[in-house]
């Protein structure tokens, strides 16, 4: 019979509005937790259809229906802390739980999280207090991150910081920018020499140097410049015998448009110069390097006018240092930063993206997991393709409304006392049933 119906309905209601309000209850205890996904409730009507005409209705009632909101961005608060990681917008940090540390990761399913607050163990492995790994790609001696799987987790390894480990950055490029005396070039000018010491930093983090010489050909005509010159350049790492590393002639420019510039180099001896970019390549004691001298014809690098000998080089490379701050950028490059100055990468985090944010399993401490509903996954660089930048000294807050939950709460509470009360009117109705045999 319909009254039948009607108590099972408000039963119904009873059950949807006890889902809404565990919900509402999770997302007040959770509004102050970092990275939390609100869980909203939706009611979707069961209708028990009847014969047209038949002059009675049954009713069919409410089922309730919990979805946490994965795709939700909370606010971000800064920190203090470096490894305090949040992404700006769509993708996830990829994560392993610690438990699983040493276990592989080739059949691990993928685990993400929007935000953390990682710090290194006692084993230097980048954690969280709840024990989410942080995973990346090492990179490798010289800064660069090589190709990995897009489409899988087996290139991925947990992120591991040694504080107190040092290292030294081997100079691999050098740039000279010296002007030569143009008047030394005169014949019968005396035949002055201009030597210069260019520092650089060996494999092993040791300071030697290129002990560079410049010696003017002067003149065979009166009262001209020859403009040219030999350069000398030996290696104080290389045996005393064997330390001339390269000779060349070089010939300055001296019309009026280009005054002062290099014209041409020819190589004596030594490594070869790419007019192309202006550059030397030189073997030292370490292996190659590049010294730049500047282009045919370019303002910059070596220059001769009539002025005093001005040696200054630039170079990269730096001597043993030990790790002051470790940070990373927007781009998911996590960066070690010395106390000589020397910054060097080493890892990058990717970032996880799956077509259905929604469909993800929700694990604890804000952790999610593919599934069949959430699609697979693809790892992006930070910043590329639909994913967003990753932001250091930042935590994702909760996506909780308060006021808006307790306004729900309100609607919860009066709904439920309201299917309450249809199941007392049920009741008396059916007693007054009861009665009539009376």
Do not use: C, H
């Amino acid at each position: 019979m319909t009254i039948s119906s009607s108590l099972n309905a408000s039963v119904a209601g009873l059950a949807a509005n006890a889902t809404r309000l565990a919900g509402i209850s999770d997302n007040i205890a959770n509004s102050g937790t970092n990275g939390y996904k609100r869980v909203s409730t939706e009611f979707d009507s069961m209708v028990i259809n009847q014969a047209r005409g038949a002059g009675i209705y049954s009713a069919g009632g409410v089922r309730a229906t919990a979805s946490r909101l994965i795709d939700e961005k909370g606010a971000l608060v800064s920190s203090s802390n470096a490894l305090d990681l949040a992404v700006s917008g769509r993708g996830f940090l990829p994560v392993m739980p610690s438990a699983m540390m040493g276990s592989g990761l080739g059949s691990t399913p993928m685990m993400m999280t929007s935000t953390g607050s990682f710090r290194p163990d006692a084993d230097g492995v980048l954690r969280t207090q709840s024990g989410l790994v942080l995973m990346g790609w090492p990179a490798n001696s010289d800064g660069r991150i090589p190709v990995n799987s897009r489409d899988s987790v087996g290139g991925l390894q947990p992120v591991v910081l040694n504080m107190n480990q040092t290292s030294a950055n081997p100079t691999t490029t050098m740039s000279l920018n010296i002007n030569l005396p143009a008047a030394d070039t005169k014949q019968g000018a005396a035949a002055t020499s201009w030597p210069t010491k260019a520092e650089y930093f060996g494999n092993l983090g040791s300071s030697e140097s290129l002990d560079i010489t410049f010696v003017p050909v002067p003149s065979t005509q009166a009262g001209q410049m020859s403009n040219t010159w030999r350069m000398e350049i030996r290696d104080s790492a290389s045996p005393a015998g064997s330390n001339l590393v390269g000779s060349y002639q070089l010939v300055f420019d001296d019309s009026k448009e280009r005054g002062g510039r290099l014209a041409s180099v020819t190589r004596l001896s030594g490594g070869a110069y790419d007019a192309n970019d202006g550059t030397l390549s030189l073997t030292v004691a370490g292996g190659p390097m590049t010294v730049r001298i500047g282009r045919p014809n370019d303002q910059n690098g070596l220059t001769q006018l009539d002025s005093a000998f001005k040696p200054t080089v630039t170079k990269d490379g730096s001597p043993a240092g030990s790790v002051t701050a470790v940070e990373v950028d927007e781009n998911g490059m996590m960066k070690a930063t010395y106390d000589t100055g020397f910054v060097r990468t080493l890892y990058q985090i990717p970032l996880v993206d799956v077509p259905n944010p929604n469909g993800l399993l929700s694990l604890n401490n804000q952790a999610y997991q593919i599934s069949p509903s959430s699609g697979s996954f693809f790892l992006w660089d930070a910043g590329d393709g639909p994913t967003s930048s990753i932001m250091g000294y930042a935590l994702e807050g909760s996506t909780t409304d308060v006021a808006a939950e307790l306004t729900d709460l309100i609607q919860t509470q009066r709904a439920y006392s309201s299917n309450a009360k249809v199941i007392q009117t049920v009741d008396e109705m059916l007693q007054e049933t009861t009665n009539i045999k009376r």
